[in-house]
């Protein structure tokens, strides 16, 4: 699935680009099997909520040899269906910085303050420049109120907004984009706009997109897997305390797409 100018000018322009029902629902019901397969598993890999059992992340489903390692996922990192869209916009060969499949239980999910994921990836892993990619892969209905994202069109070409450590909203800490930030931003780029879509819809965005989602209020889970590439130019540099492998890949090894 080659990209047409026209559309990755469309992505330059706002930032993300979505794909209706990209992954057929067969594909998806395996998706979500392998999930539950894998949240049963108990290792530092998987995340909870705050004060509360019900899972909020999986990390390290495409590490082969490693506990929570689904060949389901390994084999979707490498799909021509989401490969060759994010080779086309970043422009060079990738390798795959991480998956994370987050959960949004039914009424138990917890929210995503607004923040940049570049501001992230540049502080914990001293990612150079933001030539990363995501891919959001839904594999279940993402509404407003199972908690979708949301994105603030364009708000990736303000490059990394001065951000704000948040570890106390919610047992994941983040930098985020602060209140006042928020304001003048939307006032700037627009409101919000939510990601909703049906199981199987990708949505491709940019590391400096301003992102968030709200609890998931609905009696239905939200789960989405989060697939991020990095471009092999963008070589990590030296923390002090780096990130395990499976949330900060840093071998480079170029990704091959399969048909
Ligand atoms: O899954 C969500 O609702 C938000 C996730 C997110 O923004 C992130 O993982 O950076």
Redesign the pocket.
């Known amino acids: 699935m080659k990209l047409t100018a026209e559309q990755i000018k469309t992505f330059e322009r706002d930032g993300f680009m979505v794909f209706p029902n990209l992954l057929s629902a067969n594909e998806v019901a395996m998706l979500h099997g392998e999930l539950a397969r894998v949240s049963t598993v108990v290792d530092e890999r998987i995340m909870r909520e705050k004060g509360s059992d019900a899972p909020r992340i999986i990390y390290g489903l495409p590490d082969v040899g490693g506990p929570t390692f689904s060949q389901a996922y390994y084999d979707l990192a490498r799909d021509a269906r989401i490969l060759q869209p994010v080779v086309d916009l970043l422009r060079e060969d990738v390798h795959l910085y991480h998956i994370?499949c987050?959960f949004?239980e039914a009424i138990d999910g917890g929210y995503?303050q607004w923040?940049q994921?570049y501001a992230n990836w540049s502080a914990n892993d001293a990612a150079p420049e933001p030539r990363l990619l995501t891919a959001l892969v839904m594999l279940d209905h993402a509404t407003e109120m199972s908690?979708c994202?949301y994105f603030v069109p364009g708000s990736h070409r303000l490059g990394i907004v001065e951000p704000d450590w948040d570890d106390t909203s919610t047992s994941y800490a983040l930098w985020t984009v602060g209140k006042q930030k928020m304001i003048e931003i939307t006032a700037e780029f627009g409101d919000p706009v939510a990601v909703t879509g049906e199981p199987g819809s990708v949505v491709f965005f940019h590391a400096n997109m301003i992102?968030?989602?709200g609890h998931n209020m609905s009696p239905r889970a939200r789960w989405?897997a989060?697939l991020v590439y990095n471009a092999v130019s963008n070589v990590l540099g030296p923390v002090p305390n780096p990130r395990p492998d499976y949330q900060a890949n840093r071998k480079i090894e170029p990704l091959k797409i399969s048909a």
């Open positions: 994370k987050n949004k995503w923040h994921d908690g994202l992102h968030g989602s989405q989060y």
